[in-house]
C-alpha cells in the first residue's frame, strides 16, 4: 500500500485548503483512513477519521471525506489560523485487532506528509 499526500501550501489566516491524499496498492475500501499532523517540536496528533464502513470522527473545523472510486481521501479545512501550521499526514488501518483512532501506532501505512502553513 501506498499513499500520497498532496494540496498543503501557504495560505492567510482565516484561508481554507483542500488536502487530498491518493491511495494505491491495496483495496482502498477496505480500510479506515485518517488524517493526522505535527508540528514543529510537537507529538502527531489526530485530526480525523473515517472508518470504512463509514462513521467518522473529525475535530472542530475539519471535514474528512473519500471517494472509494477515485481511491482517494480528502480534508478540508476552513478558517484556518497559524496554530492549524504543520505537517499533514494521511494514514491507512486494515486489522480486526481492537484499535484507537486517535492513536498513530494503530496505523498500518503513512504517507509522506504535506507541509500547510498559515500566516497571520
Known amino acids: 500500500v501506498q499513499l500520497q499526500a498532496s494540496g498543503g501550501g501557504v495560505v492567510q489566516a482565516g484561508g481554507s485548503l483542500r488536502l487530498t491524499c491518493r491511495f494505491s496498492g491495496g483495496a482502498f475500501g477496505n480500510f479506515d483512513m485518517a488524517w493526522f499532523r505535527q508540528a514543529p517540536g510537537k507529538e502527531r496528533e489526530f485530526v480525523a477519521v473515517l472508518t470504512w464502513t463509514g462513521p467518522r470522527t473529525t475535530r472542530g473545523r475539519f471535514t474528512i471525506s473519500r471517494d472509494n472510486v477515485k481511491n482517494a481521501l480528502y480534508l478540508e479545512v476552513n478558517s484556518l489560523k497559524p496554530e492549524d501550521t504543520a505537517v499533514y499526514y494521511c494514514?491507512?488501518?486494515?486489522?480486526?485487532?481492537?484499535?484507537?483512532?486517535?492513536?498513530?501506532?494503530?496505523?498500518?501505512?503513512w504517507g509522506q506528509g504535506t507541509q500547510v502553513t498559515v500566516s497571520s
Open positions: 494514514a491507512a488501518h486494515s486489522s480486526w485487532k481492537p484499535w484507537r483512532h486517535e492513536d498513530p501506532s494503530d496505523y498500518n501505512f
